[in-house]
T-cell receptor, first 111, second 115 residues
Framework: TQLLEQSPQFLSIQEGENLTVYCNSS?????LQWYRQEPGEGPVLLVT?????EVKKLKRLTFQFGDARKDSSLHITAAQPGDTGLYLC???????????FGSGTRLQVQP | DTGVSQDPRHKITKRGQNVTFRCDPI?????LYWYRQTLGQGPEFLTY????????KSRLLSDRFSAERPKGSFSTLEIQRTEQGDSAMYLC?????????????FGNGTRLTVT
């Protein structure tokens, strides 16, 4: 069974602070996706990384896929209240079409 | 692109009753997924369809759960003899054909409460 562990589970910070969220597994994934989910809504894709060591930037968000494709991180610079939400990583494994989701990191950014 | 639509948004039922949820995927998407999410957790995979064929089903899925996608378009998820542990958000997602690492497009879910 492939498992994805996210840390921290919960993070409450002040506006303007930086933060990093981690997604770790003992399994190798062919791709890693990050989603954000707001209350009462489904998750929405932020980014997909597929190559070991790959770094992608989306405005103030920086995503990295580990060299061995077993882990990933999400770094947010100068967090804003609009960044509040549940951040989910999800791993894909080629032959298995369904994504495996991590347990999520709930981020709260206080104004 | 009208997005993935799920109905109903909320369902309250008594233990032992049967419930059925509906999902309408994005029209050109041939892949459809059902996930379950409990409070504070990530989505847990239930089952996956490609067109009308159910290609994957979680081993965690009780035989009280059944899903169909008869014409390869909309899908239904039925839970028979509901239990309090079935209370959760049931999420449907779809993705386009023939693309590796396709993102999942989620609906806003059906929240089930079993009393």
């Amino acid at each position: 069974t492939q498992l994805l562990e996210q840390s921290p589970q919960f993070l409450s910070i002040q506006e303007g602070e930086n933060l990093t969220v981690y997604c770790n597994s003992s399994s190798v994934f062919s791709s890693l996706q990050w989603y954000r989910q707001e209350p009462g809504e489904g998750p929405v894709l932020l980014v997909t990384v597929v190559t070991g060591g790959e770094v992608k930037k989306l405005k103030r968000l920086t995503f990295q896929f580990g060299d061995a494709r077993k882990d990933s991180s999400l770094h947010i610079t100068a967090a804003q209240p609009g960044d509040t939400g549940l951040y989910l990583c999800a791993g894909g494994s080629g032959g298995r079409r369904a994504l495996t989701f991590g347990s999520g990191t709930r981020l709260q950014v206080q104004p | 692109d009208t997005g993935v639509s799920q109905d109903p948004r909320h369902k309250i039922t008594k233990r032992g009753q049967n419930v059925t949820f509906r999902c309408d995927p994005i029209s050109e998407h041939n892949r459809l997924y059902w996930y379950r999410q409990t409070l504070g957790q990530g989505p847990e995979f239930l089952t996956y369809f490609q067109n009308e064929a159910q290609l994957e089903k979680s081993r965690l899925l009780s035989d009280r759960f059944s899903a169909e996608r008869p014409k390869g378009s909309f899908s239904t998820l039925e839970i028979q003899r509901t239990e309090q542990g079935d209370s959760a958000m049931y999420l449907c997602a779809s993705s386009p054909p023939d693309r590796d690492n396709s993102p999942l497009h989620f609906g806003n879910g059906t929240r089930l409460t079993v009393t």
